[in-house]
């Protein structure tokens, strides 16, 4: 049973570049969250995506936005990358709705230089 | 959002039960307690969740106060590899708010 896939595993990238990350969710979950983690903090949630549209929005500006295809499946885009965009990025899936309990992948760690 | 506070650190010796402690005085009735850890540079890994009763699965126990203003998690084997952050979150909605959490560290 395949578990919770995001690519790239890391990334490099330069200020004011854009970024596309990518998560396949768990066989069978059709609901993806992203997350936010800083070097040595939390996770903070950035949005949440169910039957293709965004069902919940984190303190996050408009830069970072999102798409779920049909197959479930979900993109992270970040434009304008700033320094502090640096962290590793979490998808997490569930099965049967945005209130259904998460199950994370391994993440992609960003570094915006 | 319903906060939630936890030891910064905890130790445990390997082979012994590790308790972990969540108080989270300021949460509602619909609200669910989940617990997840993290290993080192890890995605977080679900552990368990409930909402009144206490719960247990094949990785640990859930023990929830009458008045729901606590939980305690606990490991009943702590093994080196139980070495991580032990996040306790209460779930307001769609969302996983994640904390500080507590360092487990176990040790032979």
């Known amino acids: 049973d395949a578990g919770v896939t995001q690519s790239p595993t890391h990334l490099i990238k330069t200020r004011g570049q854009q970024v596309t990350l990518r998560c396949s969710p768990k066989?069978?979950?059709?609901?993806v969250s992203w997350y936010q983690q800083a070097l040595g903090q939390g996770p903070q949630f950035i949005f949440q995506?169910?039957?293709?549209?965004?069902?919940q929005r984190g303190n996050f500006p408009d830069r970072f936005s999102g798409h779920q295809f049909p197959n479930y499946s979900s993109e992270l885009n970040v434009n304008a990358l700033l320094l502090g965009d640096s962290a590793l990025y979490l998808c997490?899936?569930?099965?049967?709705?945005?209130?259904?309990?998460?199950?994370f992948g391994p993440g992609t760690r960003l570094l915006v230089l | 959002d319903a906060k939630t506070t936890q030891p910064p650190s905890m130790d445990c010796a390997e082979g012994r039960a590790a308790n972990l402690p969540c108080n989270h005085s300021t949460i509602s009735g619909n609200e669910y307690v989940y617990w997840y850890r993290q290993i080192h540079s890890q995605g977080p890994q679900y552990i368990i969740h409930?909402?009144?009763n206490n719960e247990t699965n094949e990785m640990a126990s859930l023990i929830i106060t009458e008045d729901r203003k606590s939980s305690t998690l606990i490991l009943p084997h702590a093994t080196l590899r139980d070495t991580a952050v032990y996040y306790c979150?209460?779930?307001?909605?769609?969302?996983?708010?994640f904390g500080a959490g507590t360092i487990l560290r176990v040790k032979s």
């Open positions: 995506y169910y039957e293709e549209e965004e069902r």
């Open positions: 066989s069978g979950h059709d609901t």
């Open positions: 997490a899936s569930s099965l049967g709705g945005p209130r259904e309990t998460q199950y």
């Open positions: 979150i209460v779930r307001p909605d769609n969302k996983l708010v």
């Open positions: 409930g909402l009144k």
